[in-house]
C-alpha cells in the first residue's frame, strides 16, 4: 500500500450520485451516461453517496433500497467493475475523517454562498449542521482519491469550485498533498441541463422527474404529463420553446430532431403527437438496459460482492491519502 503513496500519474476520474430516488433522465444525461463512457479514460472511481443521502432521506428501509437501485442502474448501463472501482460511500468511512479535516480549512463565507444549499432550504428544506456542510463532505469524496477530473452536471460546478478552493487552502497550510480536480460538464448545454416535466431543471426534489427505467403506464402516466403552452392543434408550433421536443432531441439522431422541428413549424404534429414519439424514443433507448437490469435484480449476491469488492479497493487508496494527511497536519 505504501507504493501507492506517490501522486498518481494515470488521470483519475471520479463522481458520485446520491441514492436518494430513482435515476431520471436528468442524472442519465447528465452524469450516468458520462460515467460510463469515460471508465475507459483513466482509472474511475464511482460511489453510491449514501452519507449525502442522509441530509434529505431519513428512513433506513428506503435508503438500503435506493442503494440497491442506484447500483443496479449503473451496472445494467454498462458500468463494468472490473475496469471502474464501483463502492459504497459508507464503506469508506475515512471520507469522514478527511471532511472534519478540510471543514477546520474551509471559510463559513464560502460555505455560506452555496446556491444548491440556499436553494434547498427555500424549498423549505429544515437547515441541517449536515445540508450545510454537504460541500464539505463532497470535496472529501473528492480529494481523497486525489481525483484530477469530475463528470457532473452543470448544477455541480460550483462544488468543485469549493473544492478547489479547500484543496488550495489545505496544500498551502500543510503541504501539497491534493491534485486541484476539474469538473468535466457535457459540452452540450441541452444535456448539462435537462428539463423536467413542468420544464425546470428535472430533479428528484422538484418532482418534475422522468425516471430512466419507467415502462408502460407509469411512463406514459410521466411524458403525457410533460407541461406544454396551449396552441390548438393544427397550428406551428416552435420546437426551441417546448420541453418535450428538448427532451426528443436528447435520444434522437440529427435528422429524427430535423424531421420532427419541422413538423412542429408546419403545424403537422400536436403536444400529444410528439408526445408518443419520445415515449417510443425513451422505451427503445432503455430496453437492452433493462433487460440487463432485470437479469442483475435477481441476483443481489453479485452486487453486493462488486460493492464491497470495489470499497476494498477505494479504502487502499482513501487509507494512502489519510497517512499523508495525518502526517501534515501533526495527527501523526
Ligand atoms: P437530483 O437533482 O435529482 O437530486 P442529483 O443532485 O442526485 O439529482 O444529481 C446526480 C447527478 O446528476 C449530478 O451529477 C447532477 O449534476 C446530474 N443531474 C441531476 N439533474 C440533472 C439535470 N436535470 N440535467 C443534467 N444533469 C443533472
Ligand atoms: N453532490 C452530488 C450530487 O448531488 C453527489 C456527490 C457527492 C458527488 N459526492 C460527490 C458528485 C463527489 C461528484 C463528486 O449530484
Not at 469550485?161 to 491534493?178: G, L, P, Q, S, W
Not at 400536436?270 to 440487463?292: C, M, N, Q, T, V
Request: aromatic residues 8%; contains cysteine; hydrophobic residues 40%.
Amino acid at each position: 500500500m505504501i507504493a501507492s503513496l506517490q501522486p498518481s500519474k494515470t488521470k483519475r476520474i471520479l463522481s458520485g450520485v446520491q441514492p436518494s430516488g430513482k435515476l431520471h433522465l436528468g442524472n442519465y444525461f447528465g452524469a450516468v451516461k458520462q460515467h460510463v463512457e469515460m471508465q475507459h479514460e483513466g482509472q474511475a472511481f464511482f460511489f453510491i453517496a449514501d452519507y449525502h443521502a442522509l441530509t434529505t432521506l431519513q428512513d433506513a428501509n428506503a435508503l438500503r433500497e435506493c442503494v440497491r437501485d442506484v447500483a443496479l442502474d449503473y451496472l445494467a448501463l454498462g458500468l463494468d467493475p472490473n475496469i471502474a472501482i464501483f463502492f459504497r460511500q459508507s464503506d469508506v468511512p475515512q471520507v469522514t475523517e478527511l471532511a472534519w479535516i478540510l471543514s477546520t480549512v474551509t471559510n463559513m463565507g464560502l460555505l455560506e454562498r452555496a446556491v444548491s444549499y440556499k436553494d434547498k432550504v427555500e424549498k423549505g428544506l429544515e437547515a441541517s449542521v449536515g445540508l450545510f456542510t454537504y460541500p464539505v463532505l463532497m470535496a472529501a469524496d473528492i480529494l481523497i482519491y486525489r481525483s484530477h477530473l469530475v463528470p457532473v452536471g452543470k448544477d455541480q460546478v460550483q462544488h468543485l469550485e469549493m473544492t478547489r478552493d479547500i484543496a488550495i487552502k489545505f496544500n498551502r497550510a500543510y503541504k501539497e498533498v491534493f491534485p486541484e480536480p476539474q469538473p468535466y460538464v457535457p459540452k452540450q448545454e441541452s444535456r448539462a441541463k435537462v428539463p423536467g416535466t413542468d420544464g425546470q431543471k428535472m430533479s428528484k426534489s422538484y418532482g418534475n422527474t422522468i425516471d430512466m427505467f419507467a415502462e408502460g403506464k407509469p411512463l406514459e402516466k410521466s411524458v403525457m404529463g410533460i407541461k406544454t403552452d396551449s396552441t390548438p392543434m393544427g397550428q406551428p408550433l416552435d420546437p426551441d420553446k417546448d420541453t418535450v421536443f428538448a427532451l426528443y432531441s436528447l435520444f434522437a439522431t440529427e435528422e429524427e430532431k430535423a424531421a420532427l422541428a419541422a413538423d412542429y413549424r408546419a403545424g403537422k404534429i400536436g403536444y400529444g403527437g410528439a408526445k408518443k414519439f419520445l415515449k417510443a424514443k425513451i422505451e427503445s433507448h432503455f430496453a437492452p438496459f433493462r433487460d440487463k437490469r432485470k437479469e442483475l435484480a435477481r441476483d443481489p449476491k453479485t452486487v453486493d460482492d462488486i460493492l464491497r469488492a470495489g470499497a476494498a479497493k477505494a479504502s487502499a487508496e482513501a487509507e494512502a491519502t489519510m497517512a499523508l494527511v495525518r502526517m501534515a497536519t501533526g495527527l501523526r
